[in-house]
Protein backbone atom coordinates (compact mmCIF):
# COMPACT_ATOMS: atom_id res chain seq x y z
CA UNK A 1 0.00 0.00 0.00
CA UNK A 2 1.32 3.59 -0.93
CA UNK A 3 1.76 5.57 2.29
CA UNK A 4 2.22 9.20 2.21
CA UNK A 5 2.98 10.02 6.04
CA UNK A 6 4.63 6.95 8.54
CA UNK A 7 5.67 7.36 11.63
CA UNK A 8 7.49 4.40 13.84
CA UNK A 9 7.37 4.65 17.34
CA UNK A 10 6.98 8.17 17.18
CA UNK A 11 7.90 9.71 21.06
CA UNK A 12 8.21 13.34 23.15
CA UNK A 13 8.64 13.33 26.13
CA UNK A 14 8.48 16.78 28.54
CA UNK A 15 11.13 16.03 31.25
CA UNK A 16 9.00 13.05 33.11
CA UNK A 17 5.76 13.99 30.66
CA UNK A 18 5.53 11.56 28.18
CA UNK A 19 2.94 13.71 25.77
CA UNK A 20 3.68 11.14 23.09
CA UNK A 21 4.93 7.50 23.25
CA UNK A 22 5.24 5.07 20.33
CA UNK A 23 2.82 6.52 18.25
CA UNK A 24 3.10 4.37 14.89
CA UNK A 25 0.84 5.80 11.94
CA UNK A 26 0.15 4.34 8.00
CA UNK A 27 -1.36 7.69 6.49
CA UNK A 28 -2.58 6.60 2.87
CA UNK A 29 -1.35 8.48 -0.07
CA UNK A 30 -5.05 10.95 -1.22
CA UNK A 31 -7.03 9.88 1.67
CA UNK A 32 -8.62 12.04 4.80
CA UNK A 33 -7.44 10.95 7.98
CA UNK A 34 -9.33 11.51 10.85
CA UNK A 35 -6.81 12.05 13.88
CA UNK A 36 -9.32 11.80 16.93
CA UNK A 37 -8.32 12.05 21.21
CA UNK A 38 -9.42 14.23 24.48
CA UNK A 39 -7.91 17.04 24.96
CA UNK A 40 -4.00 16.10 25.91
CA UNK A 41 -4.11 13.38 23.92
CA UNK A 42 -1.20 14.38 21.84
CA UNK A 43 -2.69 15.10 18.46
CA UNK A 44 -0.96 18.75 18.09
CA UNK A 45 2.17 17.44 19.74
CA UNK A 46 2.49 14.90 17.16
CA UNK A 47 1.17 17.39 14.10
CA UNK A 48 4.23 19.59 15.31
CA UNK A 49 6.65 16.77 15.34
CA UNK A 50 5.37 16.10 11.88
CA UNK A 51 5.99 20.10 10.62
CA UNK A 52 9.64 20.07 12.48
CA UNK A 53 8.32 22.55 15.22
CA UNK A 54 8.87 20.31 17.91
CA UNK A 55 12.04 17.68 17.79
CA UNK A 56 10.99 13.66 18.89
CA UNK A 57 12.33 12.02 21.52
CA UNK A 58 12.29 9.20 20.29
CA UNK A 59 11.31 7.52 16.49
CA UNK A 60 11.55 8.86 13.03
CA UNK A 61 9.03 9.67 10.38
CA UNK A 62 8.65 10.05 6.44
CA UNK A 63 6.26 12.16 4.38
CA UNK A 64 6.32 11.43 0.90
CA UNK A 65 9.36 9.20 1.37
CA UNK A 66 11.51 11.72 2.25
CA UNK A 67 13.25 11.55 6.06
CA UNK A 68 12.85 14.10 9.24
CA UNK A 69 15.21 15.15 9.91
CA UNK A 70 17.38 15.00 6.60
CA UNK A 71 15.07 16.27 4.38
CA UNK A 72 13.16 18.55 6.60
CA UNK A 73 12.98 21.33 4.04
CA UNK A 74 11.72 19.19 1.24
CA UNK A 75 9.29 18.15 3.39
CA UNK A 76 7.74 21.30 4.13
CA UNK A 77 7.95 22.61 0.69
CA UNK A 78 5.36 19.92 0.57
CA UNK A 79 2.88 20.42 3.51
CA UNK A 80 0.41 23.43 4.54
CA UNK A 81 -0.34 23.11 8.09
CA UNK A 82 -2.73 24.72 10.15
CA UNK A 83 -1.86 23.89 14.17
CA UNK A 84 -4.10 25.56 16.49
CA UNK A 85 -5.50 29.16 16.43
CA UNK A 86 -3.65 30.77 13.22
CA UNK A 87 -1.50 34.15 14.11
CA UNK A 88 -1.77 37.03 11.59
CA UNK A 89 -0.80 40.66 11.31
CA UNK A 90 -3.82 42.32 13.06
CA UNK A 91 -2.53 45.88 11.09
CA UNK A 92 -2.47 43.75 7.67
CA UNK A 93 -5.41 42.61 5.53
CA UNK A 94 -6.14 39.20 4.96
CA UNK A 95 -4.94 38.99 1.31
CA UNK A 96 -1.61 40.92 2.72
CA UNK A 97 -0.58 38.01 5.16
CA UNK A 98 -1.30 35.61 2.68
CA UNK A 99 0.98 37.53 0.22
CA UNK A 100 3.75 37.30 2.96
CA UNK A 101 3.29 33.02 3.07
CA UNK A 102 3.21 33.36 -0.59
CA UNK A 103 6.28 35.08 -0.72
CA UNK A 104 8.20 32.97 1.60
CA UNK A 105 7.18 29.97 -0.67
CA UNK A 106 8.14 31.63 -3.60
CA UNK A 107 4.49 31.13 -5.07
CA UNK A 108 2.96 33.11 -7.80
CA UNK A 109 0.46 36.12 -7.31
CA UNK A 110 -2.79 34.30 -8.11
CA UNK A 111 -2.04 31.56 -5.53
CA UNK A 112 -3.73 34.26 -2.82
CA UNK A 113 -6.27 34.61 -5.46
CA UNK A 114 -6.97 31.50 -5.51
CA UNK A 115 -6.68 30.19 -2.09
CA UNK A 116 -9.20 33.45 -0.78
CA UNK A 117 -11.73 31.78 -3.37
CA UNK A 118 -11.50 28.18 -1.96
CA UNK A 119 -12.30 29.12 1.42
CA UNK A 120 -14.89 31.42 0.33
CA UNK A 121 -13.21 35.61 1.68
CA UNK A 122 -12.64 36.53 -1.56
CA UNK A 123 -15.35 39.68 -0.76
CA UNK A 124 -13.41 40.24 2.90
CA UNK A 125 -9.50 40.08 0.98
CA UNK A 126 -9.00 43.53 1.98
CA UNK A 127 -10.23 43.39 5.16
CA UNK A 128 -7.77 43.85 8.15
CA UNK A 129 -7.05 40.83 10.21
CA UNK A 130 -7.88 42.66 13.41
CA UNK A 131 -11.46 43.24 11.98
CA UNK A 132 -12.08 39.63 11.01
CA UNK A 133 -14.43 37.52 13.12
CA UNK A 134 -13.32 34.23 14.78
CA UNK A 135 -14.48 32.02 11.73
CA UNK A 136 -12.79 34.35 9.02
CA UNK A 137 -9.64 33.95 10.92
CA UNK A 138 -10.18 30.43 11.11
CA UNK A 139 -10.92 30.52 6.83
CA UNK A 140 -7.84 32.32 6.40
CA UNK A 141 -6.03 30.14 8.67
CA UNK A 142 -6.67 27.42 5.89
CA UNK A 143 -6.25 30.02 3.16
CA UNK A 144 -3.07 30.10 3.93
CA UNK A 145 -2.58 25.97 4.57
CA UNK A 146 -4.09 25.69 0.74
CA UNK A 147 -1.37 28.26 -0.49
CA UNK A 148 -0.37 26.74 -4.02
CA UNK A 149 -2.25 23.57 -3.23
CA UNK A 150 0.38 21.53 -1.50
CA UNK A 151 0.30 17.56 -1.76
CA UNK A 152 0.12 17.53 2.36
CA UNK A 153 -2.27 19.48 4.45
CA UNK A 154 -2.16 18.80 8.28
CA UNK A 155 -5.24 20.65 9.95
CA UNK A 156 -5.63 20.76 13.31
CA UNK A 157 -9.29 21.81 14.37
CA UNK A 158 -10.16 23.69 11.30
CA UNK A 159 -13.82 24.41 11.89
CA UNK A 160 -13.29 25.92 15.48
CA UNK A 161 -15.12 29.16 15.66
CA UNK A 162 -17.25 28.50 12.40
CA UNK A 163 -21.10 28.28 12.59
CA UNK A 164 -23.26 25.66 11.24
CA UNK A 165 -23.46 26.63 7.43
CA UNK A 166 -19.27 27.34 7.25
CA UNK A 167 -18.59 24.35 8.87
CA UNK A 168 -21.25 22.06 6.29
CA UNK A 169 -18.83 24.41 3.46
CA UNK A 170 -15.32 23.60 4.76
CA UNK A 171 -15.95 20.18 5.53
CA UNK A 172 -17.08 19.59 2.02
CA UNK A 173 -13.95 21.65 0.47
CA UNK A 174 -11.70 19.61 2.95
CA UNK A 175 -13.83 16.26 1.24
CA UNK A 176 -13.50 17.20 -2.33
CA UNK A 177 -9.54 17.92 -1.91
CA UNK A 178 -7.95 15.05 -2.45
CA UNK A 179 -10.03 14.23 -5.72
CA UNK A 180 -9.47 17.52 -7.00
CA UNK A 181 -5.44 18.30 -6.12
CA UNK A 182 -4.60 14.70 -5.56
CA UNK A 183 -3.42 15.45 -1.69
CA UNK A 184 -3.53 13.92 1.84
CA UNK A 185 -5.40 15.39 4.46
CA UNK A 186 -4.48 14.97 7.88
CA UNK A 187 -7.21 16.73 10.34
CA UNK A 188 -7.70 16.56 13.62
CA UNK A 189 -11.54 17.50 15.51
CA UNK A 190 -13.33 17.69 18.68
CA UNK A 191 -16.60 17.63 15.81
CA UNK A 192 -16.88 13.48 15.32
CA UNK A 193 -19.96 13.86 13.43
CA UNK A 194 -18.09 16.05 10.46
CA UNK A 195 -15.02 13.49 10.72
CA UNK A 196 -17.54 10.77 10.26
CA UNK A 197 -18.60 12.36 7.55
CA UNK A 198 -15.18 13.23 5.49
CA UNK A 199 -12.25 10.58 6.59
CA UNK A 200 -11.24 7.48 5.34
CA UNK A 201 -9.24 6.45 8.05
CA UNK A 202 -9.40 7.06 11.58
CA UNK A 203 -6.66 7.05 14.39
CA UNK A 204 -8.12 7.61 17.79
CA UNK A 205 -5.44 8.94 20.48
CA UNK A 206 -5.25 8.84 24.31
CA UNK A 207 -2.64 9.95 27.00
CA UNK A 208 0.05 10.12 24.02
CA UNK A 209 -0.85 6.24 22.57
CA UNK A 210 -2.49 5.06 19.75
CA UNK A 211 -5.76 3.01 20.35
CA UNK A 212 -6.40 2.51 17.26
CA UNK A 213 -6.02 2.90 13.67
CA UNK A 214 -7.92 1.79 10.34
CA UNK A 215 -11.25 2.25 8.53
CA UNK A 216 -14.44 3.24 10.26
CA UNK A 217 -15.85 -0.13 9.39
CA UNK A 218 -12.89 -1.38 10.80
CA UNK A 219 -13.61 0.71 13.51
CA UNK A 220 -17.26 -0.75 13.94
CA UNK A 221 -15.48 -4.38 13.95
CA UNK A 222 -13.02 -4.08 16.40
CA UNK A 223 -16.26 -2.28 18.51
CA UNK A 224 -18.34 -5.10 18.35
CA UNK A 225 -15.56 -7.73 19.19
CA UNK A 226 -14.67 -5.70 22.42
CA UNK A 227 -18.32 -6.33 23.62
CA UNK A 228 -19.87 -2.63 22.49
CA UNK A 229 -23.26 -2.63 22.21
CA UNK A 230 -24.99 -0.07 19.54
CA UNK A 231 -27.93 1.92 21.08
CA UNK A 232 -30.95 -0.24 20.16
CA UNK A 233 -32.39 2.35 17.64
CA UNK A 234 -29.45 2.09 15.37
CA UNK A 235 -28.23 -0.86 14.23
CA UNK A 236 -24.76 0.72 13.03
CA UNK A 237 -23.12 2.27 15.99
CA UNK A 238 -21.72 5.96 15.36
CA UNK A 239 -18.55 7.23 15.74
CA UNK A 240 -19.13 9.36 18.89
CA UNK A 241 -20.04 6.28 20.69
CA UNK A 242 -17.40 4.19 19.76
CA UNK A 243 -14.89 6.69 20.53
CA UNK A 244 -16.02 7.31 23.69
CA UNK A 245 -16.52 3.66 24.53
CA UNK A 246 -13.08 3.13 23.33
CA UNK A 247 -11.62 6.03 25.60
CA UNK A 248 -13.57 5.12 28.82
CA UNK A 249 -12.26 1.79 28.12
CA UNK A 250 -9.02 2.62 28.12
CA UNK A 251 -9.59 5.50 31.02
CA UNK A 252 -10.64 2.51 33.21
CA UNK A 253 -7.80 0.12 32.33
CA UNK A 254 -5.06 2.95 33.15
CA UNK A 255 -6.60 3.44 36.78
CA UNK A 256 -6.89 0.33 37.07
CA UNK A 257 -3.30 -0.45 36.59
CA UNK A 258 -2.63 2.63 38.79
CA UNK A 259 -4.58 0.43 41.74
CA UNK A 260 -1.90 -2.45 41.51
Known amino acids: MDYMITTKQLTKNYKSFVAVHNVSLNIRKGSIYGFLGPNGAGKS ?4 MLLGLTAPTKGSF ?72 LGMKQRLGLAGALLGRPPVL ?7 GLDPS ?7 LIKSLPGLYDCTVLI ?43 DSKNSVANLEDMFLSMVDKDNASRKQRAML
Open 166 to 172: GIHEIRN
Open 62 to 133: TIDGKQFPNDRLSILKEVGSFIESPSFYANLTGKENLDIIRRILGLPGSCVTDALELVGLSEFGGRLAKKYS
Open 188 to 230: SSHMLSEIELMADDIGILNHGRLLFEGSLDELRQNALQSGFAA
Open 45 to 48: TTMK
Open 154 to 160: ILDEPTN
